[in-house]
């Protein structure tokens, strides 16, 4: 994939997006891009060993937002906040709207 978010790590994104299409692939209709961000730390400090890799959590909102981009079945896959805060689902509407 070209056009990796800036600042992520190249390997990072492989991963994250490996790992999103995996879970796509098992059913799932959406799921937390910080569950899958955590895993991948898991993955690099524990199973690889390497203590010193840092996984900064702002990488999640781009990271979401480049699978989504780049493989137009996820679309939906991740929730998006806006900039603004609020947060949205795939039909436009914030959540709030969804309880009211």
């Not at 961000?37 to 959590?57: A, E």
């Not at 896959?77 to 709207?97: D, S, Y």
């Amino acid at each position: 994939m070209s056009d990796y978010p800036a600042g992520v790590p190249v390997n990072v994104c492989a991963l994250f997006e490996k790992l999103a299409l995996q879970l796509r692939l098992a059913g799932f209709e959406h799921y937390s891009a910080r569950a899958i961000q955590h895993r991948i730390r898991w993955h690099f400090t524990i199973d690889k060993g390497d203590r010193d890799f840092k996984c900064n959590d702002h990488w999640t909102p781009p990271l979401s937002r480049w699978v989504m981009k780049n493989h137009p079945h996820m679309d939906g896959f991740f929730r998006i906040r806006r900039l603004r805060g609020n947060v949205i689902n795939n039909t436009g509407n914030t959540w709030l709207e969804d309880y009211e």
